[in-house]
C-alpha cells in the first residue's frame, strides 16, 4: 500500500472514531529541534545516563545532572511545537475527537500548542520541586537561579536541592499519570501513536492495551516498531509531514 493510501485509510478510520487518545514520543519533538537522546547527537552520546540521569547520582553530584540540564534547557526554550503538534491541537479543538494525549517526553511542547489534557508519564521541565520541604517551583524561577550562578539550585526557604520534576534512571513512573494513562486508552476507540519506537519500557507497553481490547492503532514513525503489524495502518514517514496531510484528506471527507 502507498504511503497516499494509509494516510487516506488514517484519514477515514479517524473520521469514524468518537474518542481518540494520542501517545507520543522524542520523535515528535525531533522537528522541533529536540533531538531524541538516544539517537547520534542525542543527549545520551554526550553525557552517560549513568552518570548524569540517576537519582541516586543526582543525590550525590547534584551539580553534574544540572550541567547536562543546561544544555537541555537550551533546547526545550528554543523549541516550538511544530506541524504535528499543531495537528494533535486540531484535533481536539477542531475536530473534538482527541480527548487526551499520553506523551513520554518532557518539553511541553503539546500543552504550548493546545492540548488540555496532557499526562507526561516521564514527568516535566515545566515544574521542579525541593526535595527538602516539597515547595514547587516553575520553569522560570529555576532558570533565573541558574542563570544568576546558582548551581545546583537550592530552594530559599529550607536550601533542600531543587530537583525538576522529570523521572530519572532509578525513580519509578509516577503511579497515578500511568493509571490515568491505562484509562484513557481503556476509554478510546483509537489510538495514534506518533515519534515513539515503543522499545522504552514501561511506557512501551501502554499501546498493546489498545489491540487487547480491540480499538483503532494508528503509528505514525520514521522507522518500524514492534507494534507495526498489530496497527491497522503503520505510516513511515516524518510525523510533521504525515499529520498536517491526514488533517488535509479528514477535511475532505468530512
Not at 9 to 25: C, D, P
Not at 61 to 66: A, D, G, R, S, T
Not at 94 to 123: C, M, P, W
Not at 129 to 140: A, I, S, V
Request: aromatic content about 8%.
Amino acid at each position: 500500500m502507498s504511503q497516499e493510501d494509509k494516510i487516506k485509510q488514517a484519514a477515514e478510520i479517524i473520521k469514524n472514531s468518537t474518542y481518540i487518545v494520542a501517545f507520543t514520543g522524542a520523535g515528535i519533538s525531533v522537528e522541533s529541534g529536540i533531538p531524541d537522546f538516544r539517537s547520534p547527537g542525542g543527549l545520551w552520546e554526550k553525557y552517560n545516563p549513568n552518570e548524569y540521569a540517576t537519582y541516586s547520582t543526582f543525590l550525590t553530584h547534584p551539580v553534574k545532572y544540572w550541567t547536562m540540564h543546561m544544555e537541555l534547557r537550551e533546547m526545550v526554550i528554543d523549541a516550538q511545537p511544530n506541524s504535528a503538534h499543531n495537528a494533535l491541537a486540531s484535533l481536539e479543538h477542531k475536530y473534538g475527537k482527541l480527548k487526551s494525549v499520553i506523551t513520554q517526553n518532557v518539553d511541553f511542547l503539546h500543552s504550548r500548542a493546545g492540548n488540555t489534557k496532557v499526562l507526561e508519564i516521564h514527568g516535566t521541565t515545566q515544574t521542579s520541586r525541593c526535595l527538602g520541604c516539597d515547595k514547587t517551583f516553575y520553569f522560570t524561577e529555576v532558570e533565573e537561579m541558574l542563570d544568576q550562578g546558582q548551581l545546583p539550585p537550592r530552594c530559599p526557604r529550607c536550601r533542600g536541592l531543587i530537583k525538576p520534576n522529570t523521572i530519572l534512571f532509578g525513580e519509578q513512573l509516577p503511579y497515578d499519570v500511568l493509571e490515568q494513562s491505562r484509562e484513557e486508552i481503556m476509554a478510546a476507540d483509537l489510538l495514534i501513536v506518533i515519534g515513539s519506537s515503543l522499545t522504552v519500557y514501561p511506557a512501551a507497553a501502554l499501546p498493546s492495551i489498545a489491540v487487547q481490547i480491540g480499538s483503532g492503532l494508528i503509528i505514525v514513525n520514521k522507522e518500524f516498531t514492534p507494534m507495526d503489524t498489530y496497527a491497522n495502518v503503520a505510516i513511515q514517514g516524518m510525523a510533521g509531514i504525515i499529520m498536517p496531510k491526514i488533517l488535509a484528506v479528514l477535511d475532505e471527507i468530512l
